[in-house]
């Protein structure tokens, strides 16, 4: 079935770059999705990639996909303290259901 | 544009007691979601809807569970009896197509069961 794995915390200074890494295991994967949680909120899509592309970058978002190994990263530039939350990996084929990853914290340091 | 929209959003009841969770999804959006985040995870598919057909409710816990979509739109789900474990946020999302990716959250309704 599947499966997506994340780190569950990454903390950063102000000003540095963050990457939030995640692998999963449906090699039948069309889309992968990065979103974002803010306390006592719901999750927003930040971004996403298609699974024939392998890299994909908006604004200070950088998405890396590596299909052979089964991995995406996100890459945040010049972090800032509004960037800590939940980050969320997902993935979807075909008509299944979106699984996600259990999230990585972001504590971003002033 | 409106967002996803939940209510209530924090419910506390007793267990064995009935609750029910709201939802009114983005205008034009004909498939709507529920998840269960429990804490400290990544939100879990209880059902979905393309319009008022449940076309995967598989990990619904249909002796406790229901939910319905009558008219294509909003959409309630329900709990009764309620237990300890039922604790958590009720994630509603919705999206424009069914490939099932880019979908749009409201805040949760989080509930606790005493």
């Known amino acids: 079935g599947e499966d997506v794995e994340q780190s569950l915390f990454l903390s950063v200074r102000e000003g540095d770059s963050s990457v939030i890494n995640c692998t999963y295991t449906d090699s039948s994967s069309t889309y992968l999705y990065w979103y974002k949680q803010e306390p006592g909120a719901g999750l927003q899509l930040l971004t996403y990639?298609?699974?024939?592309?392998d890299m994909k970058q908006d604004q200070r978002l950088t998405v890396l996909l590596n299909k052979k190994d089964k991995h995406l990263s996100l890459r945040i530039a010049d972090t800032q303290t509004g960037d800590s939350a939940i980050y969320f990996c997902a993935e979807v084929s075909g008509n299944t259901p979106l699984v996600f990853g259990k999230g990585t914290r972001l504590s971003v340091i002033a | 544009e409106a967002g996803v929209v939940q209510s209530p959003r924090y419910k506390i009841i007793e267990k064995k007691q009935p609750v029910a969770f709201w939802c009114n999804p983005i205008s034009g959006h004909n498939t709507l979601y529920w998840y269960l985040q429990n804490l400290g995870q990544g939100p879990e598919l209880l059902i979905r809807?393309?319009?008022?057909?449940?076309?995967?409710d598989s990990q619904l816990p249909k002796d406790r569970f229901s939910a319905e979509r009558l008219k294509g739109v909003d959409s309630t789900l329900k709990i009764q009896p309620a237990e300890l474990g039922d604790s958590a946020v009720y994630l509603c999302?919705?999206?424009?197509?069914?490939?099932?990716?880019?979908?749009?959250f409201g805040p949760g309704t989080r509930l606790t069961v005493l």
């Open positions: 809807y393309e319009n008022e057909e449940a076309v995967d």
């Open positions: 990639i298609f699974s024939n592309m």
């Open positions: 999302a919705s999206s424009l197509g069914t490939d099932g990716g880019e979908q749009f």
